[in-house]
């Protein structure tokens, strides 16, 4: 191998290594947002459960852009790196905890009854997804 050859080929590893980093910090910024807006909508599920006169409509409606915002963290995370994947686990089982508690609420009735195991799910949807958030070294 001559030494313009060998130059050539390293230029070429680190130029590719330079794409992958990118292309994972992309990655990482998308789970990054995606994560925040997952937070965002599990605020107003808090913000609604925390309402004395809220209806099970208004939140299961609430609880369904969770649901969207959860589908966009699940499609985002395949490409993940492992540690983050390594989170999508607990979040996964703490969202769907939500999802079976808020689905059984009966559609008549007011948020009053079921309050307490609400706020209880919604915390740990959110600490699942700061946990999430703070493996990633997402911005704040």
């Known amino acids: 191998m001559t030494r313009s050859t060998a130059v050539l080929a390293s230029l070429l590893v680190?130029?590719?290594?330079?794409?992958?980093?990118?292309?994972i910090r992309q990655k990482q910024e998308e789970l990054c947002k995606n994560l925040a807006m997952m937070n965002t909508?599990?605020?107003a599920v808090r913000t609604i459960s925390?309402?004395?006169?809220?209806?099970?409509?208004t939140l299961k409606q609430a609880e369904g852009r969770v649901t969207t915002a959860f589908r966009d963290v699940k499609a985002s995370m395949q490409d993940a790196p492992a540690e983050a994947?390594?989170?999508l686990e607990e979040l996964e089982k703490a969202y769907?905890?939500?999802?079976?508690?808020?689905?059984?609420?009966?559609?008549?009735s007011t948020v009053d009854r079921v309050r307490a195991s609400v706020i209880d799910k919604v915390t740990t949807v959110e600490s699942a997804i700061a946990k999430s958030q703070?493996?990633?070294r997402c911005p704040t």
Do not use: F, H, W, Y
């Not at 925390?50 to 409509?57: I, K, V, Y």
């Open 41 to 43: 909508s599990i605020a």
């Open 50 to 57: 925390n309402t004395t006169q809220a209806t099970a409509e």
């Open 134 to 136: 703070s493996g990633l």
């Open 85 to 87: 994947k390594a989170n």
């Open 96 to 108: 769907e905890d939500l999802d079976k508690t808020v689905q059984e609420i009966p559609d008549k």
């Open 14 to 23: 680190v130029l590719m290594t330079g794409c992958v980093t990118r292309a």
